[in-house]
Each structure stands twice: as structure tokens, then as C-alpha cells.
């Protein structure tokens, strides 16, 4: 089978997109991606047996018209590379990863030379909309963004999305329910760190310090002030250590490092740049409280990040942002705090690093919550799937028309 993935994103880096295409590899086929480009990175790479063709364009945060400009030109750059790519390659399937949703329409001629088309919806467009730009859901822009998801759904041969929330916000939009498939941002079981945690706390002159550790996206919808303050009130009882990495904009970052210079003296805090997942396994390992920080808007209410399941996977208690879809899947397996509330947070983490039994059942249910959604099941669902679209294409039929 022969796959090509189109990404609005970096590779190597959306963890989505590297844990479909190991999928694929693991199982001897052959896999393309076409995706941006960052400074340093080649246009073409091999990369462990993964043909990577990038386009010439970065992605860069602004407004809406920033925003609108750099998926025109991505759509167009991507649009041209993929027809050449296919009659160079012969594609059975092109696995087309939202946002923005209307990329699937670059793949059109690969299905008019018989490839399948996935559209893979990391997030829901209209209320990413909705949250960026402070937009009602009535709003016109948003009821534009729900026909053209609609529109991309039609034609898809399948749709992926992330949860059971926006599988259902998606049918009732007018996606085909038969199209839909969930395939959650889980994880495996993380791998066994080189050095042991007392090793990387005495490197890291952590000993003896209540460690917080978030390795994630550095930008105001994860609520990091909130987790800096509340970091700030815990330290007032006990030394403090809060490590932040991750990639975001800079004046954000600054904003953060500004709070940190006027934080009490108990409070070691530190934010670092993005590191590889490798890396990150090993600080994950280190925190006393798993921390999933976000805003409240129409986007976060509907979100299951994949940080969830890696706090599960690695056995660490948790603190979670009350919003609707996390506490729909976690109720009893970690404790909410209210996006925004410092106070709410440092009581929340005060808990779990005081009263150990509550940590410890916490963990218990937490564990049972993520081997029902191992990545192991989902993975095993998305190659049924790509199986499924193959045995269709030989026999000449679709279950669905598009």
C-alpha cells in the first residue's frame, strides 16, 4: 500500500501525524508526507524510511487574514506537489490532515486517478474560529467554516476525528455518521527512561522540591499565567519547581518569564524550548502533578489532548482543566480545577502532592480510563480502515458516495 499524509504542520513534529505513519511503516508500507517547512529542513528528507516533501512556506501566527493567506498558499503549493507526486507514486490512499478542512480538496485528482481520501480532523474549524477571533457560533464566518466541513466531509471517503464530542457535533453538521471514526490522541505505555528519576532530580537540582513538569504548546489558550500563579501560591508552603517547554509565540513566552521574575523566593521556575518527545518522557517522569492547563472556549470544551494520556500512561495524578469533553472521559480518574481560578489550581495540586491515597486512586482509575484507550486499539481501527478502502477499490464499489 502506498500512502501519501498532506499536513498544515512541521514534521518531525505533530505527534498525530508521526504515530499514524509509524502505524503504516511498522507494516512495510510505503508512506509520503507532504507538509511545511521550518527553517533548517530540507525540502525533501528520508526519514526513517519516510519520503518527507516540503513545501516552501512556514506557518506563522497572526490574524485572520494571516491565517486566510497561509492556507490559500499552502493549499495551492500542496495542491501542485501532490499531483506530481501521485503520478509519480500511484497513491492508494491520500490521508489528508484539518485544519484547515478544505484541504481534502487538493487531493481531488488523486481520487480521479482511484485513490481513497481520509480527512483527518485534529480540531473542529468552526469553533477553532469561534475561539481565535471571539466569533459567535452564529456568526457568519462560523456558518461558513460548518458548510465547507460539511462540503469536506462529502468528499471524503472516510472522516477521522480525535473524540466522541465532535464525531457527534460533525453528524449533526451533516457529515455521513457512517463516514466517522474516532481515533483518540492516545499513547503507548512511555518507554523506561535511561537514567532514574533521583539521577535526573539531583542533575537537575530538583531534590527535595515538589516538581511540576509541562511539556506541551506555550500560548495563552493553555492557561499557563494561571499555572504559573497557582505555582507561585504552592510555593508558599513548600520549595517549588515548575518546568515549562514548548514552542509559542514569544511575547507570550515573555509574558511568563516577566511573572517568573516577580515570583516568591520558593519558587524555582523555568521555561525551556520545545524538546523531542524522547526527552520529554524523561522530565514527564519527574512531575508530582500531571498538569492539563486550558482557557474555556468553544474549542477547549470539545478538546482531548493527547498530554491527557500520556499522564495516564505514566502513571501520574492529575489536575485537569473542568471543561466539558475532558471531565466527560475522566470524572473520577483526576480532580478539575476552573480555567482561569489560580486559588482552585494550587488547591487542586496541594491535594495531590499531600494527601497520597487520593493520588494514588486517582492513578488507579486513571490507569483503567487509558487501557480503553490504549493507541494499540486505535491504531489497530485506522489500518482496518485503510485495509477496508483498498479491498473497495479492487472490488470496483465505495459503501458510501461522495
Keep these: 500500500m502506498r500512502v501519501c499524509h498532506v499536513v498544515y504542520s512541521y514534521v518531525p513534529f505533530d505527534p498525530r501525524v508521526q504515530k499514524e505513519v509509524s502505524a503504516l511503516r511498522l507494516r512495510g508500507h510505503e508512506v509520503d508526507i507532504v507538509c511545511l517547512r521550518d527553517v533548517g529542513q530540507p525540502s525533501v528528507e528520508d526519514l526513517e524510511g519516510v519520503r518527507i516533501h516540503r513545501v516552501p512556506m ?5 490574524g485572520m487574514f494571516r491565517y486566510a493567506y497561509q492556507y490559500a498558499t499552502f493549499f495551492l503549493l500542496a495542491s501542485l506537489l501532490l499531483l506530481r507526486l501521485q503520478l509519480q507514486r500511484r497513491f492508494n490512499v491520500v490521508h489528508v490532515h484539518s485544519l484547515p478542512d478544505f484541504q481534502i480538496f487538493c487531493a481531488l485528482p488523486s481520487k480521479a486517478f482511484g485513490a481513497s481520501l481520509i480527512l483527518d480532523m485534529h480540531e473542529a474549524m468552526p469553533e477553532i474560529l469561534a475561539a481565535r477571533f471571539e466569533l459567535s457560533m452564529n456568526h457568519p ?5 460548518c458548510a465547507l466541513e460539511a462540503l469536506s466531509g462529502l468528499i471524503a471517503d472516510r472522516v477521522l476525528t480525535v473524540n466522541s464530542t465532535i464525531a457527534r457535533l460533525l453528524e449533526a453538521r451533516g457529515i455521513d455518521g457512517r463516514k466517522l471514526l474516532v481515533v483518540m ?7 523506561s527512561v535511561s537514567a532514574s528519576p533521583d539521577d535526573l532530580l539531583d542533575r537537575m537540582a530538583l531534590a527535595g522540591r515538589t516538581v511540576i513538569v ?12 494561571t499555572v504559573v500563579r497557582a505555582a507561585a501560591i504552592l510555593s508558599k508552603s513548600r520549595p517549588v519547581s515548575l518546568l515549562i517547554f514548548g514552542k509559542g509565540p514569544e511575547s507570550y513566552r515573555e509574558e511568563l518569564r516577566g511573572m517568573i521574575r516577580n515570583a ?7 521555561i525551556g524550548d520545545w524538546i523531542p518527545p524522547a526527552k520529554a518522557v524523561e522530565l514527564v517522569s519527574l512531575t508530582d502533578v500531571g498538569l492539563v492547563p486550558y482557557r474555556r472556549n ?3 470544551e470539545i478538546a482531548m489532548p493527547n498530554k491527557v494520556f500520556e499522564y495516564a500512561a505514566a502513571g501520574k495524578p492529575m489536575v485537569v482543566a473542568n471543561l466539558s469533553t475532558l471531565r466527560g ?14 486559588l482552585d489550581l494550587a488547591r487542586k495540586m496541594e491535594r495531590i502532592v499531600s494527601e497520597r491515597d487520593l493520588a494514588m486512586r486517582l492513578v488507579r482509575s486513571a490507569t483503567a480510563v487509558y487501557e480503553r484507550h490504549t ?3 486505535y491504531e489497530a481501527e485506522l489500518i482496518h480502515l485503510y485495509e477496508s478502502l483498498i479491498q473497495e477499490r479492487r472490488m470496483g464499489s465505495s459503501t458510501f458516495t461522495s
Excluded: C, Q
Design 58 to 62: 512556514r506557518a506563522i501566527r497572526g
Design 141 to 145: 464566518l462560523a456558518k461558513v467554516a
Design 185 to 191: 490522541n492516545s499513547t503507548d505505555r512511555p518507554p
Design 214 to 225: 509541562y511539556a506541551g504548546g506555550v500560548d495563552p489558550e493553555r492557561d499557563l499565567e
Design 264 to 270: 516568591p523566593p520558593m519558587l524555582d521556575a523555568r
Design 298 to 300: 468553544p474549542l477547549t
Design 329 to 342: 472521559l475522566w470524572e473520577s480518574s483526576a480532580l478539575f480545577y476552573e480555567p482561569g481560578d489560580e
Design 375 to 377: 493507541w494499540a486499539h
